[in-house]
């Protein structure tokens, strides 16, 4: 691992453990103490205050939560949380791309999840992909979202009836505020071509949003059950600006079971990436668009589970060099 230059780390953050919360990396003894072995987290308690037992992750020295990240850009505090692969601790000299997902609780610990016990199961998916050598190893990270402001932060534009419109200003909390922690603090692969980005329903509109404007940040986007509809659905103006095409790996989806205007607005959205120059399907040379109808997929964390393998192998492919 490369060891980073102590005005290169992230000395506001702070890891919370069962019995500690400390600044992150303070000194280069902790530095290279910490950077392989991290404790395990404690978990945000369920909302029902349910004494819960213990939970798999609480064990596991490969999920890390960042408390109350703060921003400039935004009001709410909000956690982060991070699922490292198995060779961050085999290989010390290897690096690793990542991929931002909204909706942090949902993804990993049913005690925080909207739902309890319904989340991605993302860690678990990903870490049986990289073993059967379906995909290339990658850090995860969830940003939590805030909740009442969940709206507002995940929307690009003002919808008259639903407000909202902070997209802009939370693209400015990932990319010049959370992403910069993140390859500071861990053995990343930085570049776009090593970077996605991803969530479902608005968290899927505000990707592709994101996606679009800054490609040289993000280059692979999961949009599940996108929120098309959103400001008479501004988005498609977004990916139609008759500007150069955004170098961009697409992964779209939307379950027949989520209402039929939802699967025509995404039908749409979709011959609208065709028309702009993506490729879809077999028998294109190099396809960077995949759409999937799911059927009878609704609109829940567990419909969206059981196509996160899918997204992964699609957008993070293993490399065979």
């Not at 690793?96 to 998916?125: E, I, M």
């Not at 979202?145 to 909390?173: C, S, V």
């Not at 964390?301 to 490399?319: K, M, T, Y």
Request: hydrophobic letters at 35%.
């Amino acid at each position: 691992m490369i060891l980073l230059s102590a005005k290169d780390r992230p000395t506001d953050l702070t890891l919370e453990s069962p019995s500690t919360s400390r600044n992150l990396f303070p000194s280069d003894a902790e530095w290279q103490a910490a950077s392989r072995g991290f404790a395990p987290l404690q978990p945000a308690p369920r909302t029902d205050n349910d004494l819960s037992p213990a939970h798999e992750l609480d064990n596991n020295p490969r999920y890390l939560v960042l408390k109350q990240f703060h921003s400039r850009f935004l009001p709410d505090d909000r956690d982060i949380e991070v699922y490292l692969p198995e060779a961050y601790r085999n290989d010390p000299t290897r690096r690793f791309p990542v991929f931002y997902l909204h909706d942090g609780q949902n993804l990993f610990d049913g005690r925080t999840s909207y739902l309890a016990d319904c989340t991605w199961k993302a860690h678990t998916t990903a870490d049986r992909l990289t073993r059967e050598g379906l995909i290339e190893p990658l850090i995860l990270v969830g940003i939590s979202n805030t909740g009442i402001r969940r709206m507002a932060e995940y929307t690009p534009t003002p919808d008259i009836q639903h407000r909202g419109g902070d997209g802009d200003r939370y693209g400015r909390l990932l990319v010049e505020e959370l992403k910069p922690c993140i390859d500071s603090a861990f053995p990343t692969l930085p570049d776009a071509a090593h970077t996605g980005l991803g969530g479902s329903s608005l968290g899927g509109l505000i990707s592709l949003y994101l996606g679009f404007t800054y490609p040289e940040v993000f280059s692979k986007l999961a949009i599940l059950s996108p929120s098309v509809w959103w400001d008479n659905r501004a988005i498609l103006r977004t990916v139609s600006t008759g500007r150069v095409r955004p170098d961009l790996r697409i992964w779209l989806d939307m379950g027949t079971a989520e209402g039929l205007r939802h699967l025509r607005d995404t039908d749409l959205l979709y011959r609208r990436l065709l028309d702009c120059g993506w490729h879809d399907g077999p028998d294109s040379p190099n396809p960077d668009l995949h759409y999937v109808r799911v059927a009878g997929g609704i609109h829940n964390e567990d419909a969206w589970a059981r196509r996160f393998d899918r997204v992964l192998r699609f957008l993070f492919p293993a490399r065979h060099d």
